[in-house]
Structure formats: C-alpha cells, structure tokens
C-alpha cells in the first residue's frame, strides 16, 4: 500500500478528550466565581453546557467552529446578567489553557515518532486542540482544522484540504481516527484510506456501511501493521 502521507485526527485518537474537556469546564467556573460571582451563581456548569448544546442547534452555520460557538455562549451568559461586555479574551485563555492540558494514550507518543520519521503527518481535526500546548508539534508538519477550513468532518473538504497542503493525490493519504463516522466515513468519501482506531472494541455500525478495511486497537497496532505492509 503506497502512502505518501498521513493525516491524524487527536481528540480521543491520540489522548482522551473529556478529561480535558471537564478541566476547561471546571476552570471556566472558577474564573467565573472569583471574578464574575453573580454570573457563577446564575450560570454554574451544566446549565452553561446545556447553553452550549442549544447554541450549536440554533447555528448550523459555526457547525465547524466550536470556538465561536463558545464565545456567543458566553456574551448571551454575560448579556442575560446585564454585562455587554463579557470578558471574553480572559474567558477563553482560561479555557483554551485547561482544554489543552491532556494526557496522552501511552502508545501516542512512540507511534508519532514512527510515522513522522517516515511520513509527513498532519493533524485533522474539528476541535480546539492546539499542537503546541498538548507539545506534539514537533512530530506533524502541517494542522488542519475545521475552523480555518470552513467544513468539518466529515465532509470531504476538510480531508482534500489536508491533501493538498503535502501536494499528494487524496488516494495517497492515509486518514487515522477514532471516530467511525468522522473520521472513517468521511476520509473515504474524500477518496482517502481510512485506518480506524478502536481503542474501545466498539461494533462497527452497520449503517455506516462496509466496515473498514483497517481497524486497530491503538496507534502501535497500526505502526506495527505499517511497518509490514506500507511503502511510503
């Protein structure tokens, strides 16, 4: 199997996500109870989250930006305490900071170093995650994500986009991710192999469709598999 290049969604690909997501969450609420105590009180996490979740409903258009999603959540928070001017510049430091700090799967660390010492890599994702606070910039040349795209998985812009930053054919990329419709389906809508990794042993949903030809339980399975049967 040629490959040329190889894209890597993260969340919950290369570390699990909702710790670090309750971490921000956590953090959000303390800023908010020390500077912003009346604001705390009427707006604690799950009634903020359940602001989130309404907010994404009411605005297909940001589907890709969750970033932006955010930060109206929050002036409409600010807003409804009688505040215009929500401090959102600190609000999102303090999230972004919290958002980052993951752990990353034990076998993360040594498959990127495999697969960036033969492939150019480039992280995929809808997320906020950020390279250089969860320190694996080192290993990926490029980072593509749904924001500055203006799609997100799984519509194939955002893997065609990826393909032409190595300047290779979309059949020549390999997409890894945990997710089966994201990152499965979508990558081979783009006209991209698809490597899913199921850390869990989830089922494949049939209404996918034809499960995927490569399926690994973690990120070493898949460098072990493309240390024998991939050709860069």
């Known amino acids: 199997m040629p490959i040329r290049a190889i894209t890597l969604d993260l969340d919950d690909t290369l570390w699990p996500v909702m710790p670090a997501l309750e971490l921000a969450d956590r953090a959000v609420d303390d800023y908010l109870r020390e500077h912003w105590p009346d604001v705390a009180r009427a707006w604690p996490i799950p009634a903020m989250r359940e602001l989130r979740a309404r907010m994404a409903e009411a605005r297909p258009d940001l589907a890709h930006d969750f970033t932006a999603q955010r930060k109206l959540t929050q002036q409409h928070v600010f807003a409804s305490c009688g505040i215009a001017d929500a401090p959102l510049d600190a609000l999102w430091e303090v999230y972004y900071a919290a958002r980052n700090t993951v752990q990353l799967w034990p076998d993360s660390l ?9 492939w150019p890599l480039a992280s995929l994702t809808n997320g906020n995650a950020d390279l250089v606070r969860t320190g694996v910039q080192a290993h990926f ?36 991710g945990d997710d089966p419709e994201l990152d499965v389906v979508g990558a ?32 070493r399975e898949l460098a072990d598999w493309l240390e024998t049967h991939a050709t860069a």
């Open 141 to 176: 040349a490029h980072h593509v994500c749904s924001r500055d795209v203006g799609a997100a998985k799984p519509d194939p812009r955002i893997f065609l986009a990826a393909a032409s930053r190595f300047g290779v054919a979309s059949h020549e990329v390999l997409h890894v």
């Open 110 to 118: 040594p498959a990127l170093q495999y697969l960036a010492a033969r």
């Open 188 to 219: 081979r809508r783009a006209g991209l192999r698809a490597a899913w990794i199921n850390r869990h042993g989830e089922t494949w949903p049939a209404e996918l469709g034809e499960a995927p030809e490569l399926s690994f339980a973690d990120l």
